[in-house]
Structures are given as C-alpha cells and as structure tokens.
C-alpha cells in the first residue's frame, strides 16, 4: 500500500489517497473537500480511483462526497449507519461549520466492526470507534502498520465529544481497546495534524498514556 495525504478546506482535514501498487486500484479516504486539488494529485500519481471511503459523518470529512460522485459515479464505503443522522444533516452541519451547500449522498456501503474494505489487493480492516461521533470508523492495514483514524487519536490530542451524541467515555475505550492492541509500532494519519505511532501516544499523550490509568 502506498498513500498520500492531502490537507482539504479551512480545517486542514487530511485526506488520504491510498492505492494498491499491484493493480493501480486507489481510493479517498474523507474527500473533505478542494475536489480539484484532489483529483489534480490523482492525476499526479497515474492511479484509478475506484472508491471513496469515509471515517465519519463531519462535514470537514465529507463535504466532498456529492461532487465527487457526480463527477465520476464512485461507490461509498463507510462510515458505521449510526453516523447516519450526520450524513442527514449536511445542510445544517454547512450552517455550522462556515461552508457553503453540498450535495447529499447516501452510503453505498455501511461498515461494521471487522469488515475490510478493499482497494485492489489492500485490505483495510474496519474498527468501529465510537465516541467523536456514534459511528466513526478507523481504517487499518496490516501489512504497512498503518491506521486512518480519522478525528478519533491526534498527535498529542483526542477527538473533540461536545457534538451531539459524542461521549468521551466511549472515546477513551475505543482508543484504548481498539487501537493499542494493534501495536506501538502502527503509524496512524490523524483527521488533522501530523501523523504519529500509538506507541508515541501511550507514551506521551495527555489524555490517553498509559501512566493516566495506572
């Protein structure tokens, strides 16, 4: 597996463009938005992209979506259905947020705990990790020890639980029981910011090192 990430909107949100060195096969994980910007960096790596697949609802995450499958009729893997009522709320979610109106869309694939979704010959297995929001989904693949975690794990931070059905609680749990497991080793590519290892983080990170809960 080979990647790239692309910072998108005012957010800074990093897009992923992920592909299969075999078979050329690629994909975005959270088009966020700047769709010219993206599509100009597939062009760049001589890929075919193939699917779109999505962390979370958040609108810095999926602002994309719309015009990317009008464009190019992608599939849309991801994120849990319980990040459903996100998807839903586009138009509020711009209000909020500062931008401007997107197309809606509806996945054409939710994901569930241990599914794997594939991009030609990658396998990126499928964590459910509520706690940012009911439904976010991390993706990781064994191969690289690389893990997409979107806005649950920063570089020295935690996704944010003051949004409707957040629940810090659940976030801690999912970091602690989903991630770690994995291994120190995993270098994970955050929503925002500089990537990290887990080891780095159960070392160092304020909310989530390990010498917090003894």
């Not at 401007?100 to 297995?125: A, Y």
């Not at 639980?161 to 270098?187: A, C, E, M, Y």
């Amino acid at each position: 597996m080979k990647y790239r990430t692309i910072p998108v909107t005012s957010f800074q949100q990093n897009c992923s463009l992920v592909w299969c060195e075999a078979t050329n096969e690629a994909a975005f994980i959270d088009p966020g938005g700047d769709i010219a910007q993206l599509l100009a960096v597939v062009e760049e790596e001589n890929v075919k992209l193939t699917k779109i697949v999505l962390t979370h609802g958040h609108m810095d995450h999926v602002g994309g979506v719309g015009e990317l499958i009008t464009q190019l009729s992608l599939p849309i893997e991801g994120p849990h259905k319980e990040d459903l009522f996100w998807i839903a709320a586009l138009d509020e979610q711009a209000k909020m947020m500062g931008f401007q109106p997107v197309p809606g869309f509806e996945p054409t694939r939710w994901l569930d705990d241990g599914d794997t979704v594939k991009v030609g010959n990658i396998n990126l297995h499928v964590l459910h990790c509520p706690g940012h929001t009911p439904g976010h989904v991390v993706f990781y693949e064994s191969q690289t020890s690389t893990a997409f975690v979107g806005d649950v794990l920063f570089n020295g931070a935690i996704g944010r639980t003051d949004f409707p059905r957040g629940n810090h609680q659940q976030l801690l749990d999912s970091i602690r029981q989903k991630l770690w497991p994995l291994g120190d080793n995993v270098t994970f590519i955050p929503g925002h910011g500089p990537n990290s290892t887990f080891g780095a983080e159960r070392l160092s990170n304020p909310f989530v090192a390990d010498k917090n809960f003894g």
